[in-house]
């Protein structure tokens, strides 16, 4: 071959990605098209992990019958900021994906194996100290007084967000 290999854009096969309009688009933009096979999602599995993550945590609670399209994309755009900057992931350590990307994760997993270290110590310290003395433990480590709340139970429901 002469030259460079053309960029792809890798896509299911819906009617707006296989349009003609669509395939003139990237047609005139040097752009060649791979489409996932027939049904099997799996074959980009990652965007429709990422678009499920996006209907479940933000779409299906928002009335976006009563948004302008501005306003849509400006939800969508928060929530991608808030997914990369914020949201903490478990498949990264519980760190954000900008916090991996700037190779500050290490620090931050690292600090919290010693906060987690030293709690256990203090646990056990407090075990080994008898009855009564494991709450008051607990409260310093936690730099506050009272209990921990439990989180609400979550629903029932089996659904594409549960």
């Not at 030259?3 to 096969?13: F, K, N």
Request: charged share 25%.
């Amino acid at each position: 071959s002469d030259g460079p290999a053309l960029p792809v854009a890798a896509s299911d096969r819906g009617t707006q990605m296989t349009s003609r309009s669509t395939r003139a688009f990237f047609f005139d933009l040097g752009v060649a098209q791979s489409f996932s096979r027939p049904r099997t999602p799996t074959d980009n599995a990652t965007a429709e992990s990422w678009m499920a993550t996006l209907k479940c945590e933000r779409l299906y609670d928002a009335d976006t019958a009563t948004m302008t399209p501005d306003e849509v994309e400006s939800m969508i755009d928060r929530f991608i900021t808030y997914y990369n900057e914020v949201r903490l992931h478990q498949s990264l350590g519980y760190v954000t994906p900008v916090e991996r990307h700037e190779g500050r994760h290490t620090a931050i997993i690292a600090a919290r194996k010693q906060g987690m270290k030293r709690a256990r110590e203090a646990r056990m310290a407090a075990n080994r100290q008898g009855p009564g003395s494991t709450s008051s433990a607990n409260e310093a480590l936690r730099g506050s007084q009272g209990t921990v709340s439990r989180r609400a139970r979550r629903s029932r429901t089996i659904g594409p967000c549960s």
